[in-house]
């Protein structure tokens, strides 16, 4: 089986609810979504902004292979997407903020994660990861929409349309949601 | 929170969400019936629901930056290692396999390599400036491309670049010197035709021998054509079209106004760069600043240049007129040509120095004189106010003043006229006060050995420690306090080891002066020295029985040696064998006693008194049950050693460095040995559980009889603790173990305290810098300390769950007051009753929070304070916040009295004037800003670092700031003097916190590498010395 097909199956299989596939599609996917990271920055290595939803998409058309899937199969890849997209950048900006604790200049070894450039320090990065597991405690499905909506650009649709909410829902939960987390990282502490 | 709270402040979130913000407050009331806790939760949420948070609201990444080429080869260069990165790319240090030289390789954007014109332009760009050849250019030696990737291949220059050394104004021979390379290179490549563009102190070079070299000729044009090709190359990814549209070569800052309109250049466009890199090195400050591009910019094309006075107050007029004469907005007011400029520096330049007409010279040497150090006309006549800027004075102005003052008096005897008696007056009263010269004196807070420690030992019941050292200190430890109980200066050389017996009442210690002491434990006397000895001794053991005593010596350079074997008690000898020995190593009876081995090589059965197998190794240790011995070696292999069935298995390159330790836990479940680092092993497994780095490298390592602890000594004098449940640092005997957040001065100048990661407080004696004691407890890194106004008592802040409050004269914990969050700054006030901490305010006497920061800024937002202070009457509470402001509490009411905010930045530190009149503040931006409080303003802006500020300390007698932080510097800033600063010290790591002795005498830092440092005033006067 070539690995979009298998990707494409594992999708149709997650959202039929065989809760293996999610093992198998998760490495995958972040491994992919490092990968084309690091290739991203070799081939167009200038000033501009690679996003968040642009690597995504890009990742999700490499893997699932085809390009008009319906909403509910690119919902359900974002939801994936999005939860290896935080793995990468929580994991950079654990790096950065070690090495910049202990004084270190951050070593070029560090590459290739270390090269994303993340839209904040590593401190706020870091403060977002612990805002999420905190409100993940006492709300993990709104937990799970500013995942999405946070690591992976997803729309409000893909998001219903993933966790199988509303649209309305959907809105108002990653409102709320946004609220809370805007709350928690402006009177959340980080470590100088 | 409870899943049903959560549930109601949602519902009541979005009922009130649908509602006018004017009717909001009236819905709240009746939704929350007085559950203030709920409507607390509810407002908070509403007043975040449209704050734009940029990590939330902006994309999380993008990706720019730098990968990874070490090791790879472009062309023919090799790269060896990363040196720099600018604005276009990296620069590399590279090898040239071909001509086999050094060179510097700088990469270039790829995207300049996919469009022909571009190559060819570049490539003529760089040949032109190849060809300059001038001592002040960085001359070219190849331009290519490997693959996608650009690059110029350059002289390779070991030294600085100017931002480097720049930091603070610099002293103006230098500026001139400088100023005069910089503009000879540039005159040679206008000369040539060549435009630089992009004049910076990042793209002036300084190498070793001080000479002066610029960087990137005709580089910066590469930029202009970048920008159209975006549009066409990246359509599926996002580009901020605006900002890029909006790009202009070279750097905000430098560039010149018709540069910012993007107007033609010519050479006057360079002259303009070099006018404002004149005037950075000369005042520290740039001409045209701004927070934002956009400020920068405007200021540029609208701002007249700012009196000089503003900046520095030193700067030579002459100086001032060449630098504003170069900075002209109007170019054609400007210098027409480099040639010009620079003709007009060198004169300068030949002035300041020696050759001149008398009568001028001596009149333009007074005008200089005063120019030096008072341009500030008041200066001139009261005395005082001369005294008051010359105990600001530099070494370099001291003794410039002095060299001015001999000629001065040399002139005014040939031409004694009544006008060069006055001048002569003045400037000897002058320079008299003028040359007072201040030096700071560097002292390491660390109470123990001062050099590296060779072996410790356990008392058998975990209570003592005794180190022994190369400094010939023999130190006895109380473990428990970590406190120093005695130091034996008995031996005249190098200590090499030591034992306890096994009840613990003796310990002996071994010494290259060719002695053995042997002390008792309870009366901490002399029992016995040995001093038979014919060679250095380097190892001491007691046997398991007591009985015992064995001692290794070496006697010649060829490592003949003997292991003497003494009775205790009687202390003579036993017996003597004859050995190889080594320059240190061990001497180790196994458990029962039965055999005696020695980490050179040679074994013996006791019972029989035949020599048996055995290995040679480093050091070497048996474990508890007598079954397994390890030895580590000098390529740090690591060797298990099969006691009963003599075989031994090899763990290659464990370490490496050569090893020099090995211990066994008492239980032997456990084992540590050393090298550079320390490694935990599994006995069992022989696996290894974690590796301990170290700065320096491991001389001994110890178990704790009860197991708890991993004792470390070190090269540079440490001996650390390791948590052996944790694995983790736990401390240090001879200062702390972790880096040090906080440090204070008792109000009586008596005592020092300092706050450490390590999670102990030490307090210390601050006349003779010995550790007094050490406050162990706190469950989290300590992040801020501060003494009751009495001294009786310390309060320290940790990261999370409490503060903490000792009595010092019980060095006990007498309270703690728990915390919702962390705590990351500490203040008592004046009257003892409150302690501010990041969060609240709470009374000193219940621990009662008596007021909620976020509450009371609320209309600032959240608000957490990294830096609290108390005015010194009391009166006052001020806060910086990481929210951007700073905040005055009325402490008789707790009211907010006022909130300045400030945008883009965190506020990290504050202190009080000793007047209760100013602040000063510390922020993540470098900034020291110092602020008025009646009302809270911004006075100014004393100086920067070039990174976040840790901690800010206003000198007791007012005039002076002390500013500590990430750039690893302390800085003093002269408050009438802004701009100016002086730094103290050698720092390699971050430094934390500053703090001041109540007499203004010293300051002690807390940094980021662990030390505790004092520094102490001294003044001298022509020498002399004034205090």
Known sequence: MSPSKEVAQLLIDWSSGDKCALDELFPMVLGELRRRAHNALRRERSNHTLQTTALVHETYIKLAGYKNPSCRERGHFFAIAAKAMRFVLVEHARKLHRAKRDGIKVQLELAPVAQLQTNGSARSILGLDEALKTLARFDPLKAQVAEMKLFSGSSNREVAEALGLSLNQATRYWQFARAYLAREIRKRPYEI | ?1027
Not at chain 2, 226 to 245: E, G, H, K, M
Not at chain 2, 511 to 537: C, N, P
Not at chain 2, 610 to 628: E, F, H, T, V, Y
Not at chain 2, 862 to 891: C, E, H, K
Request: glycine share 8%; aromatic share 8%.
């Open chain 2, 1 to 1027: 929170m409870k899943s049903e709270t959560w549930n109601k402040v949602e519902e009541i979130f979005w009922a009130a969400f649908g509602l006018k913000r004017s009717e909001r407050a009236e819905f709240l009331d009746q939704a929350c019936c007085n559950d203030s806790l709920l409507r607390h939760e509810v407002e908070s949420l509403l007043a975040n629901a449209d704050t734009r948070v940029s990590i939330i609201d902006a994309p999380l990444f993008e990706t720019t930056g730098e990968f990874d080429l070490e090791g790879k080869t472009l062309d023919h260069y090799r790269i060896i290692s990363c040196i720099g990165s600018g604005g276009m790319g990296e620069v590399y240090l590279a090898h040239d396999e071909r001509l086999g030289r050094k060179v510097a390789l700088k990469t270039l954007p790829p995207i300049i390599a996919q469009d022909e014109s571009h190559i060819r332009r570049m490539q003529k760009e760089a040949r032109a400036a190849a060809a300059l050849n001038h001592p002040n250019i960085v001359t070219i030696y190849d331009i290519g491309q490997e693959d996608w990737l650009p690059f110029i291949a350059m002289e390779f220059i070991q030294g600085e670049t100017l931002r480097q050394r720049m930091g603070s104004p610099m002293p103006i021979h230098e500026v001139i010197s400088i100023s005069i390379q910089v503009a000879s290179g540039l005159a040679a490549a206008h000369h040539a035709g060549i435009l630089h563009r992009d004049i910076k102190p990042e793209n002036i070079m300084i190498d070793v021998s001080g000479d002066v070299k610029i960087l990137d000729f005709g580089v910066a044009q590469l930029k202009d054509p970048l920008v159209p090709l975006f549009d066409s190359q990246f359509t599926t990814i996002a580009v901020d079209r605006a900002t890029q549209a909006s790009i202009v070569a070279g750097t905000p800052g430098y560039i010149s106004p018709e540069q910012a309109l993007g107007e033609p250049l010519d050479v006057r466009t360079d002259i303009f760069s070099l006018g404002v890199l004149l005037f950075e090195m000369a005042t520290g400050c740039r001409p045209f600043a701004g927070e934002t591009r956009t400020e920068i910019l405007q200021n540029l094309l609208n701002n007249e240049l700012q009196p000089f006075t503003t900046f520095r107050k030193n700067v030579p007029p002459d100086l001032q007129r060449i630098i504003a004469k170069a900075l002209r907005k109007n170019r054609d007011e400007r210098y027409q040509s480099v040639t010009e400029m620079l003709s007009e520096l060198n004169e300068f330049s030949r002035e300041t120095g020696e050759e001149m007409d008398a009568t001028q010279r001596a009149n333009r040497m007074f005008r200089q004189y005063l120019s030096i150090y008072a341009v500030d006309k008041r200066a001139l006549v009261p005395l005082t106010k001369l005294y008051f800027v010359s105990r600001h004075s530099d070494t370099d102005r001291g003794e410039r003043g002095r060299e001015l003052l001999w000629k001065s008096l040399r002139w005014g005897l040939i031409k004694a006229g009544s006008s060069m008696l006055l001048i002569l007056l003045i400037t000897t009263v002058a320079a008299g006060i003028l040359s007072v010269n201040e030096t700071w004196e560097e002292t390491i807070l660390n109470d123990g050995h001062t050099r590296a420690v060779r072996q410790v030992a356990f008392s058998p019941d975990s209570r003592l420690l005794v180190s022994v050292g190369e400094d010939a200190k023999v130190i006895v430890w109380d473990f428990a306090q970590r406190t120093r109980l005695a130091t034996f200066v008995d031996h005249t050389r190098l200590v090499t080891s030591v034992d306890f017996s096994p009840d613990g009442k003796l310990f002996a210690t071994a010494s290259e002066d060719k002695t053995v002491i042997v002390w008792d434990t309870g009366r901490l006397e002399k029992v016995a020295v040995l001093s038979q000895f014919t060679g250095r001794v380097i190892a001491v053991a007691f046997s398991p029985d007591g009985k015992l005593l064995g001692t290794t010596t070496q006697e010649s350079p060829e490592y003949n040696g003997h292991v003497t074997l003494w009775k205790v008690g009687e202390w003579n000898k036993v017996s003597e064998m004859a050995v190889r020995t080594a320059e240190y190593g061990t001497l180790t009876f196994s458990p029962n006693g039965h055999q005696l081995i020695s980490s050179a090589g040679n074994a013996w059965d006791l019972t029989t008194g035949r020599a048996i197998q055995s290995l040679a190794a480093n050091w070497m240790a048996i474990s508890p049950d007598g079954k397994q011995m390890l030895a580590i070696d000098g390529g740090g292999d690591v060797r298990a050693f099969d006691l009963i069935h003599h075989r031994s298995t090899d763990y290659p390159r464990a370490h490496q460095d050569s090893g020099r330790a090995v211990a066994f836990s008492p239980d032997g479940g456990f084992a540590a040995t050393g090298a550079d680092d320390i490694i935990l092993w599994d006995v069992t497994s022989m696996t290894k559980l974690a590796r301990f780095e170290a700065s320096t490298i491991v001389w001994n390592l110890a178990f704790s009889p009860d197991g708890r602890w991993l004792v470390s000594t070190h090269g540079d004098s440490s001996i650390l603790l390791w948590d052996v449940a944790d694995r983790k640092l736990a401390g240090a005997l001879n200062g702390h173990g972790g880096a040090v957040r906080g440090v204070a001065f008792s109000p009586d100048g008596k005592l020092i305290a300092s706050a450490s990661e390590d999670r102990s407080v030490i307090l210390w004696n601050a006349e003779s810098g010995r550790k007094l004691a050490v406050l162990q407890g706190p469950t989290h890194r300590l992040t801020g300390v501060a003494f009751s106004s009495n001294s009786d008592n310390v309060a320290s802040s940790q990261f999370r769950e409490a503060i903490s409050i000792w009595n010092i004269a019980e060095a006990q914990l007498r309270s703690s007051v728990s915390l919702s969050s962390g705590a990351y700054c500490v203040a008592i006030s004046p009257d003892n009753n409150w302690i501010a901490a990041s969060n609240h305010v709470y009374d000193s006497r219940d621990g009662r929070a008596i007021i909620d920061f976020e509450h009371a800024f609320g209309a600032a937002g959240a608000a957490q304070m990294y830096g609290v202070a108390f005015s010194p009457n009391g009166r006052w509470l001020a806060g910086a916040a990481i929210q951007g402001f700073v905040g005055l509490l009325d402490t008789r009411t707790w009211a907010v009295r006022d909130v300045v905010k400030v945008p883009d930045t965190s506020f990290i530190s504050v202190s009080f004037s000793p007047d209760n009149k100013q602040l000063v503040t510390g922020e993540d931006e470098g900034n020291v800003r110092l602020w008025s409080i009646e009302p809270l303003r911004q006075i100014g802006i004393l100086g920067r670092h070039t990174s976040r500020i840790k901690s800010v300390a206003f000198s007791p007698n007012r005039n002076e700031v002390a500013s500590a932080g990430d750039d690893n510097t302390i800085r003093l800033w002269d408050i009438n003097n802004p701009g100016v600063s002086r730094q103290i010290g050698t720092h390699t790591k971050p430094v934390l916190s500053v703090a001041y002795s109540p007499d203004g005498r010293q300051i002690v830092s807390g940094e980021h590498d662990h030390s505790v440092r004092l520094y102490t005033r001294h003044r001298s006067l022509w020498g002399y010395r004034l205090n």
